[in-house]
């Protein structure tokens, strides 16, 4: 009997700084760079798509607390769900992506499973 996948939050980062420098580079450059590292996401992607159940882009962060909701800015850019049969495989199959080629990028793998008693 093959091992069960289990399922991981995937959270891709950037430091909010990085990105503001992002910000102010030159088109012509950032377009370049932005195509290079297009191309090869998308290709870690397609080799790896069987365990991944899905990539969306983060957006705005709204922040709730006892106090309210206010407006709020954190590093994740990225987030995916994929499945694998452990935890240190699901992370081993993010070494040398794509992504690490921004300063300071990381990645977060957690495991996700069930509440229970809700």
Do not use: C, Y
């Not at 882009?57 to 106090?67: Q, S």
């Amino acid at each position: 009997m093959a091992n069960e996948q289990k399922k991981f939050l995937v959270l891709f980062l950037i430091p909010v700084a990085v990105m503001g420098g992002w910000a102010e580079t030159d088109p012509t450059e950032k377009k370049a760079a932005e195509d290079k590292l297009k191309g090869e996401w998308d290709a870690w992607m397609k080799e790896r798509a069987a365990m991944i159940l899905s990539t969306e882009v983060a957006g705005k962060t709204k922040r709730v607390t006892a106090a309210g909701v206010a407006d709020a800015r954190n590093d994740i850019v990225l987030t995916s769900i994929v499945q694998a049969e452990s935890h240190e495989a699901a992370a081993k199959a993010f070494e040398g992506h794509p992504h690490f080629q921004i300063p300071q990028a990381s990645i977060e793998i957690m495991e996700l499973r069930p509440m229970g008693g809700m």
